[in-house]
């Protein structure tokens, strides 16, 4: 069980309530966390964790006036994650072997 309740986190932090994607992103480094004994990741460990879960960095498409695009619409979905593979559990990800 994470050591980071939803209660716990706002007894810490009062007023921030955590969205689900939050929520899940916390478990999964806390489970990192444990799973390799490392009270502190590296960025590069954390990135790799994210991708695990499925996020992704995506290219923006240049446009061809750049004064003519304007700022992005207030109003856009945000880009969905895909699901982890079959077989996977994207919450606890084993640590990856070194080459």
Same mark, same amino acid.
């Given at each position: ?57 995506? !290219?923006? +498409? =240049?446009? /061809?006036?750049?004064?003519? @695009? *304007?700022?992005? &619409?207030?109003? !856009?979905? +945000? =880009?969905? /994650?895909?699901?982890?593979? @079959? *077989?996977?559990? &994207? ?9």
């Amino acid at each position: 069980m994470s050591r980071y309740t939803e209660t716990r986190y706002e007894e810490n932090f009062p007023g921030a309530n955590l969205t689900d994607e939050e929520r899940e992103f916390v478990e999964a480094v806390e489970r990192y966390k444990q799973q390799t004994h490392r009270r502190f990741p590296s960025w590069s460990e954390l990135l790799r964790l994210a991708k695990r879960l499925g996020y992704r960095k995506v !290219a923006v +498409a =240049p446009a /061809a006036d750049p004064e003519a @695009a *304007g700022p992005p &619409a207030a109003n !856009a979905p +945000a =880009p969905q /994650a895909p699901n982890p593979p @079959a *077989g996977t559990n &994207a919450l606890c990800p084993m640590p990856e072997e070194s080459a």
